[in-house]
């Protein structure tokens, strides 16, 4: 069953409510099926007209993401071991040191056009108070103030775990007048079900949107569970049913794994096949 997608705003709230979150072919979505194991190739998609997929990734052979049709993607990591508390921030670069790993970054990603900020110690919505919560945004604003000035055209975002609306009036700042351009929220399977996962998808439209409705929303996925290759990978059902959900709902979704520019992506994986199918459609679409 195909539905209509709706681009921005409120409208996007009522799209996800009305369309559920299901599969492409009613599988039960589980943890125990691998992708070593007989699988069923995708049926189709309904993908939103200029759905982004982003390449997170940097191996050796990256490029052969990018010539799928994925966007390159810079994230910067917390090389510092960021930290805040009521009173004060700590380990904080200043700007002459975080625009040299700023750089770096860019170079290792291949792209300044879209950039985002991993600083899980200092996300807004983990914080302890509203002190803290405050001072966090005051150092990322200042994080993003040095980003622009070394790359005026970028647009930047933050790695964020936007199913939880802690502090959101605080955070809004963030997405607000000249802050970031686009939501960047995590959604690894880290869960013990399709359909928890799902909730979160909408929890995360639901309060990016009460944020700023005229953002869009791109959310790091990975073929991996939690994001982390030691956990494996999802089920082949899993993967096809957070393709097929994501495109249907959201603006675009960036592609990670855990690796250094020193590995070398398998391209025989079933997962970049169902990755391959959709960027056939998307391509169609954009």
Known sequence: MKHQFITHGILLSMVI?????????????SHQVTHASQK??????????????????????????????????????DVWKLTCDANSCSNVPDKETFKKVLTNYVSQFRSSEYITFDFEK????????????????????????????AYPHTKIGMYDYDFNNKFSSIKAQLYQHGGFDFFAPTLYQRWTNH????ANLKAVVENDHAI??????????????AGKITSGFLSIAEWQGELFNASQT????????????????????????????MMSKVKYQT
């Open 195 to 198: 359909a928890t996962w799902c």
């Open 17 to 29: 409510s009305s369309i559920g979150c299901t599969t492409t072919d009613s599988q039960t979505l």
């Open 250 to 277: 959201l603006n675009g979704v960036i592609i990670w794994t855990e690796n250094t520019r020193n590995d070398t992506l398998n391209t025989n994986q079933s997962w970049l096949k169902d990755l391959h199918q």
């Open 212 to 225: 700023n409705p005229n953002l869009p929303i791109y959310a790091y996925i990975s073929p991996y569970k």
């Open 40 to 77: 069923k190739q995708i049926t189709s998609f309904s993908i939103n007209k200029g759905f982004k997929v982003f390449n997170g990734t940097r191996y050796r052979n990256t490029t052969d993401l990018d010539q799928m049709g994925l966007v390159p993607f810079t994230t910067v990591y």
């Open 122 to 149: 200092i996300v807004i919505d983990s914080a302890y108070s509203e002190e803290q919560a405050k001072r966090e945004v005051a150092l990322i604003k200042q994080f993003i103030e040095w980003t622009r000035e």
